[in-house]
């Protein structure tokens, strides 16, 4: 089993400011044939199931803001929002498909400073 | 548009068995190429995949769980079901039903809350 592992826990920053969160999977979600990290994002907001965000590790699905960008390759991931807006606060979980069973970060907690 | 309605008791005795049906619509399970899945949230914590089938009843499993849970799908009435045997206090959560790509959770459900608890 892949163990991702989200680093902080809980993140509060200034609005207008950047947000970055961390992910790390135990083995590389790279599929190397392809060239295709297996990663993505989610954010949950209160009462809402999650919502994807990035795919691929650093493609925004459709309607997300420029201001969420993914990045990283292998094993190390990152998510930034820049510009940081209130609507932003949400849990951000970090997904690993590369292979089953599929596995979560344990989420990081985003609020307003 | 693609629902998926999540259904079932709210409320399971422990060592009894959780039983949830997801409702399709806006797409066809025996069309599909996708799987069919559930995901679920303990409250106040993290998320967790338990298992998928697709249209022909093929299983992918969570290994964590895979000796109490039995997924099915009724093509039929464009449904699936969990159930869960054996369950205990450590299985209160939020259930998803998940439309899903050899695990691109691609479509959520707005989740159930079950509760195990005498």
């Known amino acids: 089993e892949i163990v991702m592992t989200q680093s902080p826990d809980f993140l509060a920053v200034s609005l207008g400011e950047r947000a970055t969160i961390n992910c790390r999977s135990s083995?590389?979600?790279?599929?190397?044939?392809?060239?295709?990290?297996?990663l993505t994002w989610f954010q949950q907001k209160p009462g809402q199931p999650p919502k994807k965000i990035i795919y691929?590790?650093?493609d925004r699905e459709s309607g997300v803001p420029d201001r969420f960008s993914g990045s990283g390759s292998g094993t190390d991931f990152t998510l930034t929002i820049s510009n940081l807006q209130a609507e932003d606060v949400a849990v951000y979980y970090c997904?690993?498909?590369?292979?089953?069973?599929?596995?979560f970060g344990q989420g990081t907690k985003l609020e307003i400073k | 548009q693609l629902q998926l309605q999540e259904s079932g008791p709210r409320q399971v005795k422990p060592s009894g068995t959780l039983s949830l049906t997801c409702t399709v619509s806006?797409?066809?399970?025996?069309?599909?190429?996708?799987?069919w899945g559930w995901v679920r949230q303990p409250p106040g914590k993290g998320l967790e995949w338990i298992a998928s089938?697709?249209?022909?009843?093929?299983?992918y499993n969570n290994p964590s769980l895979q000796s109490r849970v039995t997924i099915s799908v009724d093509t039929v009435k464009n449904r699936f079901s969990l159930n869960l045997d054996y369950v205990t206090a450590a299985d209160t959560a939020l259930y998803f039903c998940?439309?899903?790509?050899?695990?691109?959770?691609?479509?959520w459900g707005r989740g159930t809350l079950v509760i195990v608890s005498s």
């Open positions: 998940v439309r899903e790509h050899y695990g691109d959770f691609s479509w």
């Open positions: 806006g797409d066809s399970i025996s069309s599909s190429t996708y799987h």
């Open positions: 089938i697709d249209f022909s009843g093929n299983t």
């Open positions: 083995q590389s979600v790279l599929y190397t044939l392809s060239n295709k990290n297996f």
């Open positions: 691929w590790a650093s």
């Open positions: 997904q690993q498909y590369y292979s089953s069973p599929y596995t």
